[in-house]
């Protein structure tokens, strides 16, 4: 188990002060977000490939969320967001990415005329989604995204019927912040255990998506790790907060060991 750190908390900056801050990093797993201001392209990519050689650093990308909706209702549209998402595969693939995090679909002002329709548009994408992955030869996860928002897919039962009725192997990532807000962290490890292939690490108050630093809120993290131990995850806890993230790195490096 390796602790990590995602990009988001400086997204609000321009993309040199990302390379920047990679290079003074003290971690050697970096989640990389392709989208707003560090928005990837070719030429950031080649940069970033530069930064990861000579740092001995590890990306994992999170594709874009902002506007990006799988489970749209519009054919041309969707297949517009898709092909945007297969752009992140392609620059995951050159930056010899480990995994390409995404989140599920979600429901429109639309949704209630056509019932289960966003439900087995997202189930359609996300095979969309596996079949580009295998190309590219990267690893896709997908997310557990928070109340109160309209994710088609968010908490233990519904992801317990995507799994199932999706009828491929696909990884979870854990956002330990999201499963919070629902108290559904230890169900989310119980239900779906070696099917977790990432951790989103941030705190909050139990109630509302607050991305704050580890330690901060109502998680109690050693409880987190021992269970996440004992079903024997082995891969990156990503350090998702917005803040305090010197602090977030120390308190989980202690939590693991
Ligand atoms: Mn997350």
Known sequence: MEVGLSMLHCLGEPFPNLCRRLEEAEVKFVEL???GWHRLNQERVEQLDEI???KGLTYTVHAPFANINIAAPAEDLRAFMLQRLEKTLAFAAALDCQLVVFHPGWRTGISDFYPNL?????????????EKSRDYGVRIAIENCPEPYGFVVKNVAQF???FKEL????????????SNIGRETDTFIKTFGKRIAHIHAHDNDGKHDLHWGVGDGTIDWQQFVTNIKTMGFNEIIMIESYSNIKKSIETLRDAIT
Do not use: A, P, T
Not at 167 to 178: A, N, P, Q, R, S
């Open 33 to 35: 977000v392709d989208d």
């Open 52 to 54: 990861s050689s000579s």
């Open 118 to 130: 966003d439900w087995k548009i997202n189930i359609n994408s996300v095979h969309k989604l596996l």
């Open 160 to 162: 317990s019927r995507f």
């Open 167 to 178: 009828g491929e192997d696909i990884g979870l990532v854990l956002d330990v912040g999201h």
